[in-house]
């Protein structure tokens, strides 16, 4: 079958500075296909100029968030019979575009840096030479939130991340997340303080399109619920029935 | 041109390159990532069963009996002296992945959980045993976040989308790399004391392959072009179960779980070609009666794919006939397979618990490439002559800890036990080295490759170009091989790469992110790798592992329990026309192992 994509090009150093919009038909198109194997098509074989990140093409790498038909989502996991045929594709919002659908990631990654992204832990480690302990039910209040790629489709959905761009954002939280609840880590009150402050949790405003923009099907929405809890506690302790933890979806 | 200088510059941020920063910068040095994708991108993220170790939390286990299944599984070409530290420091490296904060799952006693994995067995064969330690199947994913944080958490210096295109060598040592800054197209100069090559592999030399895109063997062919010998690259992994059509892997771990592979008529014929490990038998095996089921026929349908089997009914009622007390249903399928259940669902729209998933071979794993030494400095030539300055580590390695074939969960094991290693012998090399001088205009040869890839008006697209590449390798250097057949590919590579170089076409003049150009370029660094493989698989006249010929049907462990080298006979980095390579056969196996222990010694290999 025949798709027609279009998209939005910005092309800097070719004289023209203003963004636009082009249009590429492809034949032969069969409903299986992925987006970005399509994209591609378009680069080798109609317009080598055609820019735009990809790595992995299966979902992993989170090098590929784009626009599509107005939704956040990994042009490597859709499919054409996800999108139709006629597909219009654009950056992801709120973030400067360097070229085509390549935008610069440098803000999204300070606001990770911000939240202490990292394992803290200064005990002397076990006298065995072994592993900590940890029990499978308190890994698993953190198995849903470790499962980021940073791919930023949640941030850039945000109204409130377009409306503000030093709001730290969905991803920045589920990443805090990761750390403050998980039991064998001792940073838990920093990170709370730190999202406690004006551009922390609290200019989210629970609108929702984070979660459905995840293409990790992760439950950002309820994890960021859960980390200002723990912030009105003072303490992860306590927030969460583990029971009610969906491991995946 | 702006020049940076560092003690140490690594090459790569997967699993190899972030654990070499790590240590290197643990251990004082002032060390740079350069990297083309950003960090969290690297294909590390994408390995999905496990990390082998010997832990033994589950079952008795020894760090010994690992390197005997790493010596077998290679089919006795892996140096010994590298497997012992591949299985020994397993342990401590996945304990300190631990410390480091790594969610791995549990035991029911809170230890690192553990399952089984092809090709990994206790007691020297005797049944399989539960080595591969994970967190669910996105065990790399775990690996390369929890190294990307402690490099932030430490302070690492990273240069992210920053692509190397070249090697600095002065005084008889490597002084630096030549860099293109992608969002500018700007040339930067990388002057280090040591500089780590950990660049991945290169799947995409074949059609159907697992790998990502970015896999295009930049870091061999870099350094290959600058005269160095790459190893073993005839040795290429097939991994048996991609899925069909995409290459997309499902994991090993599908079998480890209980998964079975079935022909046409539902036969589970792993039990034909190895009685005793079945569909657990060591990838280079099971791709090879894969493709002879479907060479008899016995493929799904009469066409070129078999079926892996998760069904809880199916792995039910062999674990029944097996004697096996242990049952799995679907909510203990969809908790450990979450991302083949995903990849399944997404890609297919078959959901693998209520229908088998079609798979065939896919072009997964490079057992070949920079020769090292255990401590991952590279060595030129058969008497292991270390070129100072440069290291290597991780897939683009030959170290050779994985001989002919790679077990699976032993590359994760690799990149962090070698990665490790060469982090710490980098720091102390750079406390007594010093800066040995750039030399003039170090980038100029590079520059002008890349001015004539830009300027390029001929009527070849790099993608088409690729896309033919990666058909005849598939058809003429895949899973079997033949003389005639392979003297045929190498032709088709030296008349593709004549076009390269005199009829390419690229549209993008631009500096921005010219992906255009970075395509291309990317696909002389193919063309280089796909004439090594071929050139090193005609060379080598036996079958051995991965490397299996029609014509030479055994494997000869008289003539050839060598490695190959192969390397540039021009001496010139680019060249036009044809472009001779030499094949040094002397480099004699480490056998240190069997001399201590016959059991070592190559035998006839059955599962
Ligand atoms: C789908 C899949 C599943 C797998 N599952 C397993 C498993 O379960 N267990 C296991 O042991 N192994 C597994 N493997 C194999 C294993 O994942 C890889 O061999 C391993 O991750 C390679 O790591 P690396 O650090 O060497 O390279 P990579 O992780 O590939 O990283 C390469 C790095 O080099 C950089 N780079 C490349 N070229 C350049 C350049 N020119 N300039 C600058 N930077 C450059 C890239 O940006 C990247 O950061 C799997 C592989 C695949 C494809
Ligand atoms: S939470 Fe989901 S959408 Fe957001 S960055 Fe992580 S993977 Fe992407
Ligand atoms: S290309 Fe890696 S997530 Fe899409």
Redesign the interface.
Known sequence: MEVTFRVRRY????GNRKPYWQEFVLQDVEP?H?VLEML?RV???Q???L??R??????????DAMRINGRNALAC?L?IRDVGTKIQVEPILGLPV??DL?VD?EPF?EHY?QVM?????NDP?PAD????????ED?DL??DT??C??CAACTTSCPSFWANGQYVGPAAIVQAHR?IF?T??HAAKTRIDTLAEPNGVWRCRTIYNCTPACPR?ISVTRAIGEVKLAIRNGSPEGIIDPATIP??E | MQTHQFDAVIVGAGGAGLMAALYASEGGANVAVVSKLYPTRSHTGAALGGIGAALGNLEEDKPLWHMYDTVKGGDYLADQDAVKVLAEEAVDSVIELERMGLPFDRTDDGRISQRRFGGHTSNFGEKAVRRACHSADRTGHMILQTLYQQCIKNKVRFFDEYQVVDVIMNQGAVVGTVAIQLGTGEFHLFHAKATMFATGGWGRVWQVTSNAHSLTGDGPAVLFRRGIPMQDMEFYQFHPTGLYGLGLLLTEGIRGEGGILLNRSGERFMERYAPSIKDLASRDVVSRSIYLEIRDGKGIGGQNYVHLDIRPETVNRYLAEAGESCRIDSAYIAKNLAETLDTCRTYLGVDPLTEPMPVAPTAHYAMGGIPTNVDAEVVIDENWTVLPGLYAAGECACVSCHGANRLGTNSLVDLVVFGRRGGKVIANYVKQADFIPLPANPAEQVQAEFNRIRASRGSRRPGELRKEMQHEMMDKIGVFREEDHMRKGIDSVTSLRDRYMNDLHIDDQGSIFNTDMMEAWELGCLLDIAHMTAESAINRKESRGAHSREDFKKRDDTNWMVHTLVSSESGEPYPHGIHPLKINSSKKVNRSLEEGDKRFAPKERVY
Not at chain 1, 11 to 14: A, G
Not at chain 1, 54 to 63: A, D, E, L
């Open positions: 092309q800097p150093d070719s299986t992925r591609h680069k080798w074989e317009d080598g100029t820019s735009f990809r790595s992995c093409s299966s979902g992993i790498c989170g090098s996991k499919l360097i070229k390549i990631m990654f840096r992204p990292y394992f803290v832990n480690p030479g072994r592993e900590r302990l940890q029990s499978q890994k953190i198995t470790t499962n790629i940073l750390f998980d064998r880590d099907g491991t995946h």
